[in-house]
């Protein structure tokens, strides 16, 4: 069967509180490629993808079709450094099907050979890593009727399947979020081990914007993150940026953008011997990483700290939208103007979006990694058959209009039918089979947690073992993280929150 040709660029040498939610070189090839295959190295199979599809598999799921741009992905190869350049800049590299039909074989392919040590996913230009989907497309496809219903579906099984693979890969996975990062490019990036942010890194999940839900596993992730700063970026759609995606958690590193050309030609000098676990070659990889940091920006504050994280969590705690503007609207002092600020964005958002978001964070937390895309993807064919998405993609980025909701405001679902409005996005259909992922790879939290800045759980664990004061604590984190840049800065903050008593006194943890 013949093959579309795919492109890959050539690389020269390089040189060498209160709520009940709270305690919770360009070559043309044809598959397969050509790879110098071993055993697998003995990972657990439950969290990483060691049981690949076959060659042949993956070109039937994902062969090319007719339209397919011949290099919107560019891949190169360099020693033992494999990366992936989303190449259409002028869409600021916007995801859509042809990307991923070439990026799942490469990444399998990869995945089974001993001369590939490392695989950097990154975007072409200087504004986006991945500004997210090509939603204009999916709209597009949504008015042509059931055929195009159906192309959609198949958009987002693809992009969820590879989100899983990525979520799961065998390989240590490195993401430059460097420039844009929204939606789908979060899910090219979120899921990795390494998430690396720069000064031109903008980060958000806008989907209730559009009249969507936050997909590519944010199920997943967003209710993980500290507090209930999930579910604010989740429902707003509020961006971070530069500095502030590292020191959220969202990325593991904060580097300046002109040391990822630097970096990328260390990586690809790195060895690895044939026994080396993943945790001794992420390390390695770690330590490599955290030679190219440039330091802090220090006109950049940290933006979800002190008072306006307080009234996040106290805001976004509850377990209803009716509750959460009533807080918002309480607000009173220093962030007054923020919570009016965010009511209002709210009431831009869908608000059907709005209610089915609040919904999946709160139980999206119990949700598994195998898991969150097979209901997001159930989840999103509810969205695709619904008014909201059609109606805001075309309203918002085509025809530059205000959206024509329905329901059309907040204030319409009676928080005694958010239930009702809500159950029928969250349910399997009966008479379809479930999305099914690429492996069976799984897991309950990701595996590898430590080479960001600590999170609100870890400093919590550390303050309860002991009887350390609060300088005590943040020497502690220091050392154990190496003197990795932020550790201080993000334990002082979680401290000046979250614990009682003066600096020589005993840290006492407050909830």
């Not at 496809?141 to 987002?156: A, D, I, V």
Request: net charge neutral; proline share 6%; glycine share 6%.
């Amino acid at each position: 069967m013949f093959v579309q040709t795919i492109a890959s660029r050539a690389v020269p040498a390089a040189p060498l509180t209160a709520c009940r939610a709270c305690q919770r070189t360009r070559t043309a090839f044809t598959m397969p490629l050509r790879a110098k295959l071993q055993p697998l190295q003995p990972q657990s199979q439950r969290m990483f993808g060691t049981n690949m599809p076959s060659a042949e598999e993956i070109h039937e799921l994902f062969k090319p079709r007719d339209g397919d741009e011949p290099e919107d992905v560019l891949f190169n190869s360099l020693y033992g450094l494999r990366s992936i350049e989303l190449n259409r800049p002028n869409k600021h590299n916007a995801l859509n099907g042809s990307m991923i039909r070439k990026i799942v074989p490469r990444l399998v392919e990869w995945s089974k050979s001993d001369m590939a040590n490392v695989v950097v996913m990154k975007g072409a230009g200087e504004k986006a890593f991945c500004a997210g989907g090509d939603v204009a497309q999916l709209a597009i496809w949504n008015k042509s009727g059931p055929e195009g219903h159906k192309k959609s579906l198949e958009y987002f099984a693809q992009e969820y399947q590879l989100d899983h693979l990525i979520a799961t890969y065998n390989k240590p996975y490195i993401a430059f979020m460097d420039g844009i990062t929204m939606g789908g490019g979060v899910g090219l990036s979120i899921h990795a081990p390494f998430r690396i942010a720069t000064e031109r890194t903008l980060f958000a999940m806008p989907e209730t914007t559009i009249g969507f839900f936050p997909d590519v596993g944010a199920s997943f992730f967003l209710p993980r993150m500290p507090g209930f700063v999930g579910t604010y970026l989740a429902l707003t759609s509020s961006r971070l940026a530069s500095a502030n995606v590292f020191y959220a958690g969202v990325a593991t590193h904060y580097l300046h953008s002109t040391s990822l050309p630097q970096l990328e030609s260390r990586l690809a000098e790195l060895r690895f011997r044939d026994y080396d676990d993943m945790e001794t070659r992420l390390k390695t990889i770690n330590d490599t990483i955290e030679e190219y940091v440039t330091g802090l920006p220090h006109d950049e504050p940290m933006m979800l700290a002190g008072e306006l994280r307080k009234a996040i969590d106290r805001c976004f705690c509850h377990d209803s939208v009716d509750e959460i503007l009533r807080a918002l609207e309480a607000e009173q002092g220093s962030t007054r103007r923020w919570a009016q600020e965010t009511l209002a964005a709210l009431h831009k958002r869908s608000p059907t979006a709005v209610h089915v978001t609040l919904r999946q964070m709160r139980i999206g937390a119990k949700w598994n990694i195998h898991d969150t895309f097979v209901r997001e993807h159930a989840m999103a064919s509810k969205f695709m058959a619904s008014h909201d998405f059609t109606e805001g993609v075309t309203a918002l980025l085509i025809d530059k209009r205000p959206a024509n909701w329905r329901p059309a405001s907040l204030e319409d679902i009676k928080p005694e039918d958010s239930d009702k409005l809500t159950d029928q996005f969250f349910l399997l259909p009966k008479n379809k089979p479930a999305l099914k992922l690429l492996t069976r790879a799984n897991y309950d939290e990701y595996p590898y947690a430590e080479f960001g800045v600590p999170t609100e759980v870890q400093v919590e664990k550390k303050v309860m073992l002991g009887t350390k004061t609060r300088s005590q604590i943040i020497e502690e984190f220091l050392k154990e993280r190496n003197q990795k840049q932020g550790v201080k800065e993000v334990v002082e903050e979680i401290l000046a929150r979250k614990i009682t008593g003066g600096p020589k006194d005993r840290a006492k943890w407050v909830y």
